[in-house]
């Protein structure tokens, strides 16, 4: 498939050039949980990265390249230990690894079980990590069930419910088929799910953005998800998008389409929806006129710790009309 190959030739020359040594993270944040805002922590994990990057990847994913080729399961671990110590008590505790946490590759059997343990004993009432599909199945989700005191919360990039867009546009490698399959092994397990969705994949015009991703979040609760979380697409070093970005055939969306998103299928939806837009306000990220950025950002900051739609009904700024020009003007030029 050409844009596999194309994704494969930048990813594998920015490999060589921009990966270096993987770097750990962690952070406290808000959060909404059981029909309240919350304390919640973020610890991300350097590992050896997502397997499916490494071969391939997707057109707008970057994160590989704060993975690391060396580091050890008892790096992992004490990467984790190092970001609960940082973070302190919290109710709604997020492990990333920029990959998948099922994948064996990337954190063992024997580091997932302990790292259950460990989380046992802070008293958090519900545990996040995300996994590709192919990673995911009864016998895993099981374990960690039988292990694990809080609730556990798979996180899914299903990206959108198109197989079309998630091939042509995003080069996801896995069809709608495989995400419902990894739903229902998280459902019969009790095992809650947070489907990832994109606002703005590359070779789409916005508004084109705009209505898959409404689609896609009303489709997904229908499905049985228990959360959204809209991610608009910023520009990441090393990706396809970096490099239509550069050619100026690729804009980030901009904050009032996400906003739009997330009114319309909040208006549709009864699970939670969230969002919280890596580089907003910038270039590289969803972004505005640079004056109203900060102040939209926050507001949907808030709805997503509050669920409270109020804090992005009233927003206002006179670039919001140059956005809804621009939605029309879309019309005419393809």
Same mark, same amino acid.
Request: charged content about 30%.
């Given at each position: 498939?050409?844009?596999?190959? +194309?994704?494969?030739?930048?990813?594998?020359?920015?490999?060589?050039? &921009?990966?270096?040594? $993987?770097?750990?993270?962690?952070?406290?944040?808000?959060?909404?949980?059981?029909? +309240?805002? @919350?304390?919640?922590?973020?610890? @991300?994990?350097?590992?050896?990265?997502?397997?499916?990057?490494?071969?391939?990847?997707?057109?707008?994913?970057?994160?590989?390249?704060?993975?690391?080729?060396?580091?050890?399961?008892?790096?992992?671990?004490?990467?984790?230990?190092?970001?609960?110590?940082?973070?302190?008590?919290?109710?709604?505790?997020?492990?990333? =690894?920029?990959?998948?946490?099922?994948?064996?590759?990337?954190?063992?059997?024997?580091?997932?079980? +302990?790292?259950?343990? &460990?989380?046992?004993?802070?008293?958090?009432?519900?545990?996040?990590?995300?996994?590709?599909?192919?990673?995911?199945?009864?016998?895993?989700? +099981?374990?960690?069930?039988?292990?694990?005191?809080?609730?556990?919360?798979?996180?899914?990039?299903?990206?959108?419910?198109?197989?079309?867009?998630?091939?042509?546009?995003?080069?996801? $490698?896995?069809?709608?088929?495989?995400?419902?399959?990894?739903?229902?092994?998280?459902?019969?397990? $009790? @095992?809650?799910?947070?489907?990832?969705?994109?606002?703005?994949?590359?070779?789409?015009?916005?508004?084109?953005?705009?209505?898959?991703?409404?689609?896609?979040?009303?489709?997904?609760?229908?499905?049985?998800?228990?959360?959204?979380?809209?991610?608009?697409? =910023?520009?990441?070093?090393?990706?396809?998008?970096?490099?239509?970005?550069?050619?100026?055939?690729?804009?980030?969306?901009?904050?009032?389409?996400?906003?739009?998103?997330?009114?319309?299928?909040?208006?549709?939806?009864?699970?939670?929806?969230?969002?919280?837009?890596?580089?907003?306000?910038?270039?590289?990220?969803?972004?505005?006129?640079?004056?109203?950025?900060?102040?939209?950002?926050?507001?949907?900051?808030?709805?997503?710790?509050?669920?409270?739609?109020?804090?992005?009904?009233?927003?206002?700024?006179?670039?919001?009309?140059?956005?809804?020009?621009?939605? =029309?003007?879309?019309?005419?030029?393809?």
């Amino acid at each position: 498939m050409q844009l596999e190959s +194309e994704v494969k030739r930048i990813r594998q020359r920015a490999l060589e050039e &921009l990966r270096a040594r $993987g770097s750990f993270a962690a952070w406290r944040e808000k959060d909404f949980l059981y029909g +309240e805002e @919350v304390d919640a922590g973020v610890i @991300v994990l350097s590992t050896r990265g997502c397997a499916w990057a490494l071969r391939a990847g997707c057109t707008m994913c970057g994160y590989i390249y704060d993975s690391s080729r060396s580091v050890s399961q008892e790096e992992v671990l004490q990467q984790f230990k190092d970001g609960i110590t940082k973070i302190g008590d919290v109710a709604y505790l997020k492990v990333f =690894n920029s990959g998948s946490f099922f994948d064996s590759g990337e954190i063992a059997r024997e580091t997932r079980r +302990e790292i259950y343990r &460990l989380v046992n004993s802070l008293g958090v009432k519900r545990l996040q990590v995300e996994s590709r599909p192919e990673y995911i199945s009864e016998q895993v989700l +099981e374990e960690a069930a039988e292990l694990l005191e809080p609730e556990l919360e798979v996180g899914i990039g299903l990206e959108t419910t198109s197989d079309y867009i998630r091939e042509v546009c995003i080069n996801k $490698g896995f069809t709608l088929e495989e995400f419902i399959r990894a739903l229902e092994a998280c459902r019969s397990t $009790g @095992v809650k799910v947070k489907a990832y969705l994109l606002i703005k994949p590359p070779f789409m015009t916005e508004a084109e953005a705009i209505e898959d991703a409404v689609k896609s979040g009303v489709e997904a609760a229908r499905m049985g998800v228990d959360r959204l979380s809209f991610n608009p697409v =910023n520009v990441q070093r090393g990706t396809l998008v970096e490099e239509l970005f550069y050619k100026r055939e690729y804009r980030p969306p901009w904050l009032w389409s996400v906003v739009e998103v997330i009114m319309r299928v909040k208006a549709e939806v009864s699970i939670p929806v969230v969002c919280s837009p890596s580089g907003g306000g910038t270039r590289r990220g969803a972004h505005n006129c640079g004056k109203c950025d900060s102040r939209v950002l926050s507001a949907i900051r808030r709805f997503s710790s509050t669920q409270e739609l109020h804090h992005i009904e009233e927003l206002t700024c006179n670039c919001r009309q140059s956005w809804k020009e621009e939605l =029309n003007l879309e019309v005419f030029e393809r």
